[in-house]
C-alpha cells in the first residue's frame, strides 16, 4: 500500500458512511490530489523519501537546505567534509554548518518534512477528500424547503470544511525562506 497523508478507511470513518469497492480508485485519486494541494500550499513535502539522493546548494560557512529527517554526507568537489545540521534536536533538518562549507556543496539526504505526516497534516488531507465527495454526494446543497403546489424547492450550501480552517493548518506548516 502507499504510503498516504490518509486513507479510504479513515475517509470512511470521517463520513460514517462506506465507500463502494468500484470507487476506491477514484478516492485514491483525490488523496493524490489532496497531497499534492498540501504540498503545494506549504512548500513541503511531509513523507521523506526512503533512500538518499543528492541536492546541490551553494553557501559560505552556512547554508539553508530543503527538509530532510536524515542526512548521510556533505560533499564539495570529490571529498566528504563534516558538518553539524540544524535545528540540533529535532526534525526536520533545514540548516548546514561547517567550516568547510563553502560554494557548491552537494548534500546527500533522505528529503522530507517527516517520516510520517503529523496529524493533523493526515486530518486535512481527510477534510479535503471527504469535502469533495460531500459536494459530489449533494451539489446543490441539502434541502431546506419543499412545496408541492406549482413545486419549489429551497436548498442551503453549506459547507462541510472551511476553507479558512484548512487555510489556518496549512499556513502553521508553509516553509518560508
Request: proline residues 3%; glycine residues 6%; negative net charge.
Amino acid at each position: 500500500m502507499l504510503n498516504m497523508y490518509t486513507d479510504i478507511k479513515t475517509i470512511e470513518n470521517y463520513l460514517l458512511t462506506e465507500i463502494d469497492l468500484s470507487f476506491h480508485s477514484q478516492v485514491e485519486e483525490w488523496i493524490k490530489y489532496a497531497e499534492n494541494y498540501i504540498n503545494t500550499e506549504t512548500g513541503r513535502m511531509f513523507i521523506a523519501d526512503k533512500e538518499f539522493s543528492p541536492r546541490v546548494f551553494r553557501g559560505y560557512q552556512k547554508i539553508f537546505i530543503d527538509d530532510c529527517v536524515e542526512i548521510e554526507k556533505v560533499v564539495i568537489g570529490n571529498r566528504e567534509f563534516r558538518f553539524r545540521a540544524f535545528p540540533l534536536n529535532e526534525t526536520p533538518k533545514i540548516a548546514l554548518e561547517g567550516k568547510a562549507i563553502r560554494g557548491e556543496v552537494e548534500v546527500y539526504a533522505k528529503w522530507g518534512y517527516s517520516i510520517e505526516p503529523p496529524a493533523e497534516i493526515k486530518h486535512i488531507a481527510t477534510l479535503i477528500v471527504a469535502g469533495i465527495m460531500q459536494t459530489g454526494m449533494h451539489p446543490k446543497g441539502e434541502l431546506s424547503s419543499v412545496s408541492l403546489g406549482i413545486y419549489s424547492a429551497s436548498y442551503t450550501k453549506e459547507q462541510a470544511v472551511s476553507e479558512k480552517s484548512i487555510r489556518n493548518v496549512l499556513d502553521k506548516y508553509k516553509r518560508y525562506l
